[in-house]
C-alpha cells in the first residue's frame, strides 16, 4: 500500500507498507524521475560547473540534470550539456548507471561520457541555477577526489568509472 506524503516539483515522499519475509514493514521513499549526467572530456580535460547546492554551497561537479516527464535520459544528457555548458556533443556514450541513496529514493543517475566537444553559445540556466563552467585536468580531478576536495557522487562515480575503464 502507498500513500502520498509529499509532492514537489521535483520529487515526491511516499509511505510504503509492505510485507517482507511475512513481516509488515513501512518504508518512507523519495520518488524522484532520475537524472543524466555528463563527463564531456576532451585532450584529458574535463568540462566541471561550479555550481551553488544549498546546503553545502559552491560544489564543483559534472553538468547533470533531471530528466522531464516523459524523457529519454540519453536525450536529457545532450539538452543538459548545452544547457549548463554551452557546448554539444558529436559523440554521447553510457558509461555507468547508479542509485545515489539505494534505501530511501528511487532516483537513478545515468551517466554518460560525452566527447566531439562543440561550443555552441551560452548557457541557457534556470531561475534558480547558479554556475560557472571550470575546464580541469582528468588527473587534477581524480586528485581532488580522493583528497575530498571533489565530494558530489555523480562526478565521482563516473570519473572514477572513466579512469578504471580507460586507465587515467
Not at 548545452?82 to 554521447?92: P, Q, V, Y
Not at 571550470?134 to 572514477?160: F, Q, R, Y
Amino acid at each position: 500500500m502507498r500513500k502520498n506524503v509529499f509532492k514537489g516539483r521535483v520529487l515526491s515522499l511516499s509511505l510504503y507498507t509492505l510485507s517482507i519475509n511475512k513481516r509488515k514493514v513501512t518504508r518512507e521513499v523519495i520518488e524522484h524521475p532520475g537524472a543524466a549526467a555528463i563527463l564531456a572530456i576532451e585532450s584529458g580535460k574535463i568540462l566541471l560547473v561550479r555550481q551553488h547546492r544549498f546546503p553545502h554551497g559552491y560544489v564543483l561537479e559534472i553538468p547533470a540534470g533531471t530528466l522531464e516527464k516523459g524523457e529519454k535520459p540519453l536525450k536529457c544528457a545532450h539538452r543538459e550539456l548545452r544547457e549548463e555548458t554551452g557546448h554539444t556533443a558529436k559523440k554521447m556514450v553510457s558509461l555507468i548507471k547508479y542509485y545515489p541513496s539505494i534505501g530511501y529514493n528511487t532516483e537513478i543517475i545515468h551517466c554518460y561520457v560525452a566527447s566531439g566537444l562543440k561550443k555552441v553559445g551560452d548557457l541557457q540556466l534556470d531561475q534558480d541555477e547558479i554556475m560557472s563552467v571550470v575546464k580541469m585536468d582528468i588527473k587534477k580531478v581524480i586528485k581532488m577526489i580522493m583528497s575530498g576536495k571533489i565530494t558530489d557522487s555523480k562526478t565521482i562515480c563516473a570519473v572514477l568509472a572513466y579512469s578504471t575503464k580507460h586507465h587515467v
